[in-house]
């Protein structure tokens, strides 16, 4: 005898999304829309990497009349992937932390690539890199929608999505858990009674040009040259009318990874570009710089 699971609405939704992971809808991920639908807080047409096609297998499911798409949400298109100019990355990693399916590889300072194969389309590292050395090209002609994507890529896609979420709730976990640890090292150690302080010795010369050679003042340097470099190849892009794309809609998880960036960058003391444009400031489509 053959046991049936049944599934749950939002479980029968999912399935028929395309599990981009893109955000567009509103929500940090495919499931959380579908739990949204199920719950009737949100419409079963804001979906644009699934189109018409998965508006009417929503529509089906759920017994309610075929709608057009919402494009307050974003355009049906046909699917791009993204592409990294390696000679203008600075491996800086925050496309690394964007990306919902682990499509790009690379390592910090080092060049970053997309495995164009496991690429969802979905825009998300393109706000997060601070020298806009992300072009999303489009790869299926004029397919759009359900046609440019299968249903056997979408399966794929979800199953690195999981991946991904179960591997950061376990690196979550085993930070949380270093920091308990540091902290109670911490609290034995001021239990502990504290030695007299001995008298002040006399620094010798090498000890202070030791000390000169500061090593943050290094790394800042050396990030801030990749800067400059980058800031006149977006000039020189600028020139040729190339500038930042698909920074509509960006969500809420991306702005933050966008915001602490600039906020580890202000620590480092490193200058932006005068013309740069900053989350938040401006009009739609800004970036930082």
């Known amino acids: 005898m053959t046991a049936t699971i049944s599934k749950t609405l939002a479980e029968r939704i999912e399935d028929l999304?395309?599990?981009?992971q893109c955000t567009k809808c509103g929500y940090p991920a495919c499931r959380p829309y579908a739990d949204a639908i199920a719950a009737g807080d949100a419409s079963y047409n804001q979906c644009p990497p699934g189109g018409a096609e998965g508006i009417a297998r929503l529509a089906a499911l759920l017994g309610k009349p075929d709608i057009p798409l919402d494009t307050t949400h974003g355009l049906e298109r046909a699917r791009p992937v993204a592409v990294i100019d390696e000679n203008v990355c600075i491996g800086c990693t925050l496309c690394m932390q964007a990306c919902p399916v682990d499509a790009i590889v690379g390592a910090a300072k080092q060049m970053h690539?997309?495995?164009a194969e496991l690429c969802t389309g979905c825009d998300l590292c393109v706000p997060p890199c601070p020298v806009d050395c992300i072009a999303m090209v489009p790869v299926t002609g004029e397919r759009t929608g359900w046609d440019a994507w299968s249903q056997d890529e979408a399966d794929a896609a979800r199953a690195r999505h999981d991946r991904r979420t179960a591997r950061l709730e376990r690196?979550?976990?085993?930070?949380e858990a270093r920091a308990s640890a540091r902290q109670a090292a911490r609290a034995a150690q001021a239990d502990q009674p504290r030695p007299e302080t001995p008298p002040a010795q006399p620094v010798a010369p090498a000890t202070v040009q030791a000390a000169s050679d500061d090593p943050e003042a290094k790394k800042r340097a050396i990030i801030q040259a990749a800067l400059e470099r980058a800031r006149k190849k977006k000039e020189e892009m600028a020139q040729l009318g190339a500038g930042p794309k698909n920074?509509?809609?960006v969500s809420?998880?991306?702005?933050?990874?966008?915001d602490a960036a600039e906020e580890r960058r202000r620590r480092l003391g490193l200058k932006d570009d005068e013309n740069a444009s900053h989350p938040g400031e401006g009009g739609q489509g800004d970036k930082p710089a």
């Open 171 to 175: 690196e979550r976990a085993a930070a």
């Open 113 to 115: 690539t997309v495995i």
């Open 252 to 258: 809420a998880a991306v702005q933050a990874q966008i």
């Open 17 to 20: 999304l395309p599990q981009t």
């Open 247 to 249: 920074t509509d809609h």
